[in-house]
């Protein structure tokens, strides 16, 4: 398929965007964690090839559903392996929601959505992956088509000597999925800022994605951005690693995730896009009302043991973190543009406007095809 072939294209030549993140709040992050979960693996080296997932492959009935043509796209997941949170392809991959709408997905893994080789796929329009407002702000020619998970769900976790931010000068923080400018990086920033410390007051270290929780384990990190499940996770192994704050507290209008495809993308095939979103539409709904069905999905995906999926779950959940409908609110998005303007992460003169970072009216369309918006367990968004 054309886009595919063109997705080995992209990452071969490795075209340099630049780039850094920001979302909208969330809820408190988990502060503690129950029983046993699996052994963490040792720190893994970053792999800038993506990889294919099978996990959440569609029954071979799903097909069926389909009255057309079925319709390639490759997606992208912005960790390797994804976290619970970014999931939603995988569920609507298993449950046939991308083949009742007539979509073949094909999921590929990153190593970090704001990484040169996930945002090279989106700029060059060989996937529909993570986009953000900084890339886009740096020249990028695309739009965000659906916030997938609008609030931040991840906690900033620190070794046990570590009290306060100021403790961080001097120690090992990471930057795992793109060194400098990756999302720990960027989350790295904003916890030193509030003891007065700057990137150069630390050590960051590259790393690969699935390294951020064995890094901290073994001690070779003293902080790291970590999402719910590897916090339950270092707890269970590593009792005296905590939460030194939760970023949803420390950034409340951050937007954590939104995908994005590039404006020829858009342009060439509006209706393969429209019709992607409502399948994950779909999925985010059916995650908040199907426990039973979606954790499976979710345990094979992440490779991550019951209890841990099923504490992840329970979290974001019951604090609102994947969308329900669009995802999109113009004050996270302007107060995200707001922070990366400021950080110098978008000049100032070049600062993009709602309507040239959101395709609202394509989220519109999505939405309208799921049956308009809803409330689900109080999460609206």
Known sequence: MQRISRLALVLAIGLSVACSS???PP????????AAASQASPAATANTTPQVFTAGAAPQQAAASCSGQLRKLTIGVAVAP?????TSPFVARALGFFAKHCIDANIVQFEGGLSQTSLTAVAQGAAMGPLN?????????????????PRLPQAYVVAENIKTAADLKGKRLSAAGGGVGSFNWVMGREVLKTAGLTVDDVQFVSQATAGRL???LAGQLDGVALHPEDLYIAQQQKPGVHVLVNLSDLLPLYFFNAYGVSDDFLASDRALVRDAVASMIEANR???????SVVPIMM???????????????????????SVNTGYKPERTAWTVDLAVSNGDIPADKKPTYDQIVAQSLGDEALAEVGGPTTINGCSD
Do not use: R
């Not at 809820?27 to 129950?34: D, K, L, N, V």
């Not at 994804?82 to 970014?86: A, D, G, R, S, T």
């Not at 740096?138 to 997938?148: D, E, I, P, R, S």
């Not at 059916?286 to 039973?292: C, F, H, L, R």
């Open 286 to 292: 059916a995650i908040y009302q199907d426990k039973a």
């Open 82 to 86: 994804p976290n619970v949170v970014h």
């Open 27 to 34: 809820p408190p992050a988990p502060t503690s964690a129950p």
């Open 300 to 322: 094979d995906a992440t490779q991550k043991p019951q209890d841990a999926v099923e504490f992840a779950y329970d979290y974001l959940t019951k604090n609102c973190v994947w």
């Open 22 to 24: 920001v979302a909208p």
């Open 133 to 149: 407002e900084a890339a886009i702000g740096a020249g990028l020619h695309g739009k965000q088509v659906w916030g997938m998970a």
């Open 214 to 216: 064995p890094g901290l």
